[in-house]
Each structure stands twice: as C-alpha cells, then as structure tokens.
C-alpha cells in the first residue's frame, strides 16, 4: 500500500508546471527600424546648376569686392558679370557693425582695365575641359594723346576741281576704327564704299581699340595743281 502512495506521487509531480517553451512574438520596436524615412522635398529637388564660364567678353566685368563688410577693396580682377551684379545688390542691403578702422593699401582703379572672355589655361590632368573659358582682367593700354592736325593735307589722288574732292576719316571695310583725316578723290572714295558693300567681314570676339584721329571735318577739300588736298577750316 505504502509502495502505491509514491508511485502516485511521483507521477503527478511530473505534471506540474510544464516548461513554457513558446517563443515572443516580436517586439513592435524590431519592426519600426527596418522602415527607412522618407526622402525630403529638399532632398529630392536637385538645385539648379549655376554657370561659372563665360562665353562673350559682355559676360564678364571688372570689380574689387569679394565681401560686403571687407574693410578693404582687393586689387582688380574680373569675374562673371551676373555674380558681381548679385553681389552688389546684396551687398546694398547688408548692414556691416562698426569695426576698427584699418590702413588699407592703396588699389589701381577698375578702369585701369577691362574683363575679357578667354579660354582658360588647359590643365593636362583633365582632358576635355581646353574649350572652357573664364573672365580675365586685361589691362588697357596707355592712354594715347590726339595727333596735332597738319595746317593742309596733301595727296596723289587727280582732280580738275575742288567737287571732285573730299577730306575723309573712312578707314578699311573691316575695321570699326576710322582713319585721320585725309584727302582723296570723290569718286576713288565711294568705289572703296561699294566695295565694302559687298565684303563679308568675318568679325571675331574681340574689342578693337582705336587710336585717336584727326577729325575730317577740319579741313576743306581742295584741288591744287591738279591733285586733292585739304585745308585747315
């Protein structure tokens, strides 16, 4: 009898308190990390690329300012012209504090030079960029003072009287710079003009720098001893 108590004892404390063996569900905060955020409206929008060549020497100017509360101006260089116009209209709206007065070194003018548009300088590690251009400070040159106009000018151009001559600053048919003033046949005159008419002038980008004249309209065109002159007015 007392054998059977233990056998029954031993049997039901084998039932008690299983093991529990499930496994958690997974947490709410495992999930949530995998979700990658939302890319921005800023993010997304790439901004809008701003030039940095030229390609005409109107895209360039000269200027000194690189800051608007520098206390000094930098010697001149030439930049874009659309970026030193934003820098100047910013610049008119930016209240600079007071700061202590400096010595600053004495800086040629901006007319001094002139802002060319020039092929920039090729760099052999990158291939591809020798067509690129950049604005350049060139620096003008002397200035030049007028010629003394001759009391009369002469020439080899025939005529039989004053009509048939006049006193002209016509230079060439592709130049944008005239000539001083000299005296030559009318009708040699306007076959020169027909034939600038007529001409194809293959003009380039740069900007042709003219030396001061004698101005034609200080003579009156005469005809002495058979050839055209002019006289001083």
């Known amino acids: 009898m007392r ?3 233990v056998v029954v004892l031993v049997a039901c404390g084998s039932q008690q308190a299983p093991t529990q ?5 997974p947490s709410q905060t495992a999930s949530t990390q995998t979700l990658a ?3 921005s409206q800023s993010q997304s929008i790439a901004p809008t690329p701003v030039p940095t060549t030229c390609k005409t020497n109107d895209d360039c100017a000269m200027s000194t300012i690189r800051s608007c509360c520098a206390p000094c101006g930098l010697p001149p260089f030439a930049d874009l012209k ?8 910013r610049c008119a709206e930016v209240e600079c504090a007071m700061r202590v007065p400096q010595e600053c070194k004495p800086t040629e003018s ?6 060319e548009c020039q092929n920039a300088s090729a760099d052999p590690a990158k291939p591809g960029r020798r067509d690129d251009k950049a604005c350049v400070a060139v620096r003008n040159p002397p200035a030049q003072t007028a010629p003394v106009a001759p009391a009369t000018l002469t ?3 025939a005529c039989a009287r004053d009509g048939d001559c ?22 040699s005159l306007q076959a020169r003009n027909h034939r600038c008419a007529i001409v194809d002038c293959a003009m380039d980008n740069r900007r042709e720098r003219c ?23």
């Open 3 to 5: 054998a059977l108590v």
């Open 37 to 39: 955020p939302a890319p």
């Open 155 to 157: 020439s080899t151009e």
């Open 166 to 187: 006049v006193v002209s600053n016509f230079g060439s048919c592709c130049s944008s710079c005239q000539s001083s003033a000299y005296a030559t046949n009318m009708r």
């Open 82 to 89: 659309s970026e030193v116009e934003t820098l100047k209209r």
């Open 110 to 115: 901006t007319d001094a030079y002139h802002a």
């Open 211 to 233: 030396e001061p004249i004698v101005d034609a309209s200080l003579y009156r065109a005469v005809c002495r001893a058979g050839t055209c002159a002019g006289v001083k007015r």
């Open 21 to 25: 063996t499930q496994t958690p569900a």
